[in-house]
């Protein structure tokens, strides 16, 4: 069959790890707020910027430069593992957490040693499904060029944290703020996509994706006071199983495929409600929803980076 492979997968995280309890105690809410932490089915995250770090935004600006260099590297030489980089001929990174010009990607060009002509592309501002479109990316290139492509997300969340008072948390959209905090964490996962004899890679046979600008106001960041601030409504529950089906059941059903019909399933781990609705609403045994909670209980959600992590523990 001659179609693209996933050839290997990387993931990287922070050194600095936290349970949630420690995590909700340095954010210094009040009590009566643990079981919001409590009830993500989160044991412990990741971050780059210390816990109980205060930065100016241009001080979390530059500290996402190097969080998404050091994680970015970390993944990339993972996913390499002894291969030639210099073979490759696209590298596409997404992010929705920071902003670099030139490019992460660009900056990676000189460890690595990537040929003067390799093809990058920034896809920024796409949040958590941000992995999507780097990947289709890879594919699209190793289908036109035949050479193997590198595919990265790399997600520095704790540089988006909005200061508030934890004693008197924001109220806005139903504590949206405090419940972002309980839930994202930094984590980064690569992916090269190619052509091999490997009968263990899996061929990548179909893509299928919903988007409904109804829903733009629930998800994502807003700019206040000079800094990003996160955008989470509580109806992203509810909404995203919904999309999730739509484009699942338009998958299966071009490929004469049922839902018992895939063995493993990797889903964007977005919080513990997220992944129960998918579950109930596409119809999926909780069985197949393993992968994708044992990510959430170790690393949080960690956005566009989250599917790569999901993946890696297949």
């Not at 809410?29 to 932490?37: E, L, M």
């Not at 001080?59 to 980089?85: F, H, M, N, Q, W």
């Not at 990265?152 to 934890?166: A, L």
């Amino acid at each position: 069959m001659d179609l693209p492979k996933v050839i290997s997968i990387g993931t990287a995280f922070p050194p600095h790890a936290y349970t949630q309890r420690e995590a909700f105690f340095s954010l210094g809410y009040p009590r009566n707020f643990w079981p919001i932490f409590n009830g993500a089915a989160i044991e412990k995250r990741h971050f780059w910027i210390p816990m109980g770090t205060k930065l100016s935004w241009q001080e979390a600006t530059e500290e996402y430069k190097k969080g998404a260099l050091y994680l970015s590297k970390k993944v990339i030489e993972a996913c390499l593992d002894g291969r030639d980089p210099s073979s490759l001929g696209s590298v596409s990174f997404a992010s929705c957490t920071g902003y670099e010009c030139p490019s992460i990607s660009h900056w990676l060009a000189n460890d690595f040693g990537f040929s003067s002509d390799i093809v990058y592309t920034s896809i920024l501002g796409h949040g958590c499904e941000g992995g999507f479109p780097a990947f289709r990316r890879a594919y699209d290139y190793v289908i036109a060029h035949h050479k193997p492509a590198l595919a990265i997300s790399c997600e520095i969340c704790s540089v988006c944290y909005f200061p508030e008072d934890g004693a008197n948390p924001d109220k806005t959209r139903d504590y949206e703020l405090l419940r972002a905090n309980a839930i994202f964490g930094d984590g980064a996962s690569s992916v090269i996509i190619g052509f091999d004899d490997n009968p263990r890679h899996p061929y990548v046979i179909d893509f299928e994706s919903y988007f409904n600008p109804d829903n733009m106001s629930h998800l994502g960041f807003l700019w206040q006071d000079g800094r990003l601030r996160c955008l989470l409504s509580r109806q992203v529950p509810k909404i995203a199983p919904l999309g999730a089906k739509i484009a699942v059941d338009r998958l299966l059903l071009r490929n004469g495929l049922k839902i018992e019909d895939i063995q493993h399933w990797v889903i964007h781990p977005g919080g513990k409600t997220i992944l129960d609705n998918i579950r109930d609403v596409i119809g999926l045994p909780e069985e197949c929803m393993s992968l994708s909670r044992e990510t959430l209980r170790h690393y949080g959600n960690c956005s566009s980076s989250s599917i790569g992590i999901v993946g890696k523990l297949l």
